[in-house]
Every structure is written in structure tokens, then in C-alpha cells.
């Protein structure tokens, strides 16, 4: 197997896992409207969310399928993991960790 001069193999867990991981979490930011008109809905309805939030739950799923379905979407979140990756390579720190905030009172 021949190793990508970029840097950029990506090993299966990596494209299946990893990757629409990021895009699972872009995507709901992407359609956070969406995303609230359904939460707000299942929680004015109650048990009977599933008949009375058809509608919501339908743009919702319209909303996130166009995401997962577009490749410049996918490249956009492949290129993200990516770069997380190489710092993550030259660090050692995982990015969850070096977006936290430091103490301010110190």
C-alpha cells in the first residue's frame, strides 16, 4: 500500500466513524432552526409527539439528509478531522483538550 504524500490516508474507522461524526455534529448546527422547531414540538405534545410532530421531524431529516448527502459537505468535515488530526500528530493533545479554557485566576 502506497502512503499518501499529503498526509492524507484515512484508515476505515476514520472515514466511517470519525468523519461523519463531525459531520453529524455540523450538520445539527447547520439546521439548529429545524433541530428546535422539533424539540419544541415533542415537548408541547407529549405522548403524542409522533402523530403531531410529523411535519418537524420531516424538515428535519430533509435538512440533515441534504448535508450528509453533499461531498463538498463531507470534504469540508473530512478536511476539519484532518487538520485536527496533524495537531493532534505534532502536540499530542486531543483537540477536546486544547479548546478548553485555562483558569483565569492564576
Partial sequence: M????????????????LIPKIMREKARERCSERVQDFTK???DSGILMVVKCRKEN?????????????PAFYEECKMEYLK???EFRK???????????????M
Wanted: a positive charge; hydrophobic letters at 30%; one cysteine or more.
Fill in 41 to 43: 414540538c415533542c415537548k
Fill in 84 to 86: 485536527e488530526r496533524e
Fill in 58 to 70: 420531516s424538515a428535519l431529516k430533509e435538512c440533515l439528509t441534504a448535508h450528509y448527502n453533499d
Fill in 91 to 105: 502536540t499530542g493533545i486531543p483537540a477536546k483538550k486544547r479548546l478548553q479554557k485555562l483558569p483565569t485566576s
Fill in 2 to 17: 502506497a502512503l499518501d504524500p499529503a498526509g492524507q490516508h484515512l484508515r476505515h474507522v476514520e472515514k466511517d466513524v
